[in-house]
T-cell receptor, first 110, second 110 residues
Framework: DADVTQTPRNRITKTGKRIMLECSQT?????MYWYRQDPGLGLQLIYY???????NKGEISDGYSVSRQAQAKFSLSLESAIPNQTALYFC?????????FGPGTRLTVL | SQQGEEDPQALSIQEGENATMNCSYK?????LQWYRQNSGRGLVHLIL?????REKHSGRLRVTLDTSKKSSSLLITASRAADTASYFC??????????FGPGTRLSVLP
């Protein structure tokens, strides 16, 4: 079984819709992250959490919100999706140092 | 501003040749990490090198770090078609989040 899972893997939605992307991990890591990747580019940090009560904005948090429901779960929400949020979204976990990534969610906003 | 910048952006080589990718960064770091990403998939960590280390090896991978030049290189020896992927460096600094570069797209031709 994968250590870091993301659901859904693919999603197509319309402008203005609310979308939630979910991430679960079985690694027992305290730190969890949400990144977005645009074609041909590196990853940009959206939000990160160092434990259940700790949520922090990353480089590009505008238009996104997160919820850390438990140590193992970290959800990313787009309250009102817009086309320029079309991207590949990755969840990651870490204890310290190396990060472990989920398989990604491909989101298309029409 | 982006911390890590990989060079070249794209690299094509023949199977069996060595591939060298470089990463430059701007500020002092705690460690530097190299990741690999197959098309549309999550990132997989390859090697972490700490700021007090100069070289690390893992199988066919060799990573060097020159903190005076704020640069790192990833060497893949005896490349294989399966090495075709994008390779990212990421830096971790005290008080600063993990920052990814835009990546190097490596194509290994059979």
């Amino acid at each position: 079984d994968a250590d870091v899972t993301q659901t859904p893997r693919n999603r197509i939605t319309k402008t203005g819709k609310r979308i939630m992307l979910e991430c679960s991990q079985t690694k027992g890591h305290d730190r969890m992250y949400w990144y977005r990747q645009d074609p041909g580019l590196g990853l940009q940090l959206i939000y990160y959490s160092f434990d259940v009560k700790d949520i922090n904005k990353g480089e590009i948090s505008d238009g996104y919100s997160v919820s850390r429901q438990a140590q193992a779960k970290f959800s990313l929400s787009l309250e009102s999706a817009i086309p320029n949020q079309t991207a590949l979204y990755f969840c990651a976990t870490s204890r310290t140092g190396l990060k472990f990534f989920g398989p990604g969610t491909r989101l298309t906003v029409l | 501003s982006q911390q890590g910048e990989e060079d070249p952006q794209a690299l094509s080589i023949q199977e069996g040749e060595n591939a060298t990718m470089n990463c430059s960064y701007k500020t002092s770091i705690n460690n530097l990490q190299w990741y690999r990403q197959n098309s549309g998939r999550g990132l997989v960590h390859l090697i972490l090198i700490r700021s007090n280390e100069r070289e690390k090896h893992s199988g066919r991978l060799r990573v060097t770090l020159d903190t005076s030049k704020k640069s790192s290189s990833l060497l893949i020896t005896a490349s294989r078609a399966a090495d075709t992927a994008s390779y990212f460096c990421a830096t971790e600094s005290y008080g600063q989040n993990f920052v990814f570069g835009p990546g190097t797209r490596l194509s290994v031709l059979p």
